[in-house]
């Protein structure tokens, strides 16, 4: 079995699938250390392990994911990573979402030509 780790995610290379994603604003996240295969990009890390990675096979495209998605590492409770709530201050999922969206849609090779690059929250209440 491979171990377990806590850390934060950050973005070591611009790709589709992490375009618009503050990987700095999103919390510390439990993962399994997994070395990528030689063909693989890693697209997102935490103390340089990999928790985002994509490749191809044969014709297809591989998106791998190693965070895991519950507080006890038997079973899986989803597709997001678990991160306790009561340590983290916002709302974070949209931007798991926006991963695993984009995810299928670069395995898909569905790529839309139209992007949106950043969103920034305004002081302003509405």
Known sequence: ?????DGLFNRPTEHFITTGVPFGALPATKYFKFAPRTDADVLASASGD?????????????????????????ISGGLTPHVRHDSVPFHYWEYYHSLLIKSLLWAANREPEILIERIE???RRV
Request: glycine share 16%; net charge positive; charged share 20%.
């Open 50 to 74: 990999p928790l985002v990675g994509v490749s191809a096979y044969g014709r297809g495209r591989v998106v791998a994911f190693t965070y895991g998605t519950m507080g006890r590492w038997a």
């Open 121 to 123: 929250p305004s002081k």
């Open 1 to 5: 079995m491979k171990v377990r780790r």
